[in-house]
T-cell receptor
Framework: DAGVTQSPTHLIKTRGQHVTLRCSPISGHKSVSWYQQVLGQGPQFIFQYYEKEERGRGNFPDRFSARQFPNYSSELNVNALLLGDSALYLC?????????????FGPGTRLLVL | GESVGLHLPTLSVQEGDNSIINCAYSNSASDYFIWYKQESGKGPQFIIDIRSNMDKRQGQRVTVLLNKTVKHLSLQIAATQPGDSAVYFCAEMGVNAGGTSYGKLTFGQGTILTVHP
């Protein structure tokens, strides 16, 4: 079975631009979460979606937004990119929403903002 | 605030030795803990999990121990192999509904494990 897939794998943008990252969860998983991982640190929670609704949001500015589609895939959007947005963006899926549900991660999208 | 931290940022072992990676957590409401392995250029890979009603859980070559009294978590890897070289993260999650932490994983800094042949 395919795991979590993300696209693109790498991306280079300039400050002020907008970016859209995509994620397809494991088949049968209904919840998708997004994390940002800066080099040398652990992943930081951005969003969790379940059944197309936002169920959790981390401490990120409003420039970050996301949505989930009826097929449970998800997009993460970042507007007005800053140099500090350069990071590995990880998508994780779980069968259901909530505590105690194992989250499985995709390979990530590496974003470089110049 | 809530945090999950690791005592040792790096660990070097010889192939065949047993490895122990430690993690301290500060949120007493944490009910679910996961260990992930992350190789260079890849996303975190699930290793093993444990719920707060357990003290120990074993997998293939790995054992996780949970000491709720001192809020400490450890990952033991038996007969460590060069392929085990990676960054290891512990993560915690609350299982109670309500609050922004529900369903959210909080990660520690990570421990770099290097296995020498």
């Amino acid at each position: 079975d395919a795991g979590v897939t993300q696209s693109p794998t790498h991306l280079i943008k300039t400050r002020g631009q907008h970016v859209t990252l995509r994620c397809s969860p494991i088949s049968g998983h209904k919840s998708v979460s997004w994390y940002q991982q800066v080099l040398g640190q652990g992943p930081q929670f951005i969003f969790q979606y379940y059944e197309k609704e936002e169920r959790g949001r981390g401490n990120f500015p409003d420039r970050f937004s996301a949505r989930q589609f009826p097929n449970y895939s998800s997009e993460l959007n970042v507007n007005a990119l800053l140099l500090g947005d350069s990071a590995l963006y990880l998508c994780a899926s779980s069968k259901d929403y909530g505590g105690g549900k194992t989250q499985y991660f995709g390979p990530g999208t590496r974003l470089l903002v110049l | 605030g809530e945090s999950v931290g690791l005592h040792l940022p790096t660990l070097s072992v010889q192939e065949g030795d047993n490895s122990i990676i430690n993690c301290a957590y500060s949120n007493s409401a944490s009910d679910y803990f996961i260990w992930y392995k992350q190789e260079s250029g890849k996303g975190p890979q699930f290793i093993i999990d444990i719920r707060s009603n357990m003290d120990k859980r074993q997998g293939q070559r790995v054992t996780v121990l949970l000491n709720k009294t001192v809020k400490h978590l450890s990952l033991q890897i038996a007969a460590t192999q060069p392929g085990d070289s990676a960054v290891y993260f512990c993560a915690e999650m609350g299982v109670n509904a309500g609050g922004t932490s529900y369903g959210k994983l909080t990660f520690g800094q990570g421990t770099i494990l290097t296995v020498h042949p």
